[in-house]
């Protein structure tokens, strides 16, 4: 059996961004729940959350998101976002370079659980990642899941993942999708 492994790749310097290695293991702690629960069922026995990977870390069904301190930092806007998410964007890199997925921790600011904000974003990118900017759709639009809380197009700290959003992504966790992994 195997395990999924999440990286998060972390674009800025903590200690200058109000964000310390405690608050990542947080984030860490929040994305690592449900993705334990999502593998449940599924070729998965569980699921790890890493920071800061190499890109030989990064296996066939891992899964990458970037996070960048906003979204003048964009990678996705570099690489042919036509417009960016409030909390995050997720695009399919041109000419087969992989699916990129980023989170903006400036969409976090304020806010009275940041770190449960800034999971949630993460969280959302990554559907996007697996299941509607891959190449061959699991389901058309996220955002659109019948029952669906950190899946829909607003994302609030005060959400946890329900359970049509672990259903959801069960159904594409298991695919090797590649990863952009140019902003490594
Ligand atoms: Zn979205």
Do not use: W
């Amino acid at each position: 059996m195997a395990t999924l492994n999440i990286f998060i790749a972390q674009r800025f310097d903590g200690a200058a961004q109000g964000f310390a290695d405690a608050d990542a293991a947080a984030v860490s702690s929040h994305i690592t729940d449900f993705f334990k629960k999502v593998c449940e069922g599924t070729g998965f026995n569980s699921a790890s959350v890493f920071r800061n990977p190499v890109v030989t870390q990064i296996g066939a069904s891992d899964l990458l998101c970037y996070l960048v301190s906003s979204p003048e930092r964009s990678i996705a806007i570099s690489k042919g976002a036509t417009s960016l998410g409030p909390g995050g964007t997720t695009i399919p890199v041109a000419s087969g370079s992989g699916v990129l997925s980023e989170a903006y921790l400036s969409a976090c600011a304020g806010d009275s659980n940041r770190n449960k904000l800034l999971a949630n974003l993460i969280m959302h990118e990554l559907m996007h990642n697996k299941l509607d900017a891959r190449p061959g759709k699991v389901i058309v639009d996220v955002h659109k899941i019948p029952g669906g809380a950190i899946s829909k197009d607003v994302v609030t700290s005060g959400m946890s993942p329900s359970d049509a959003d672990i259903k959801a992504m069960r159904r594409g966790v298991s695919g090797a999708v590649a990863q952009y992994t140019g902003g490594l």
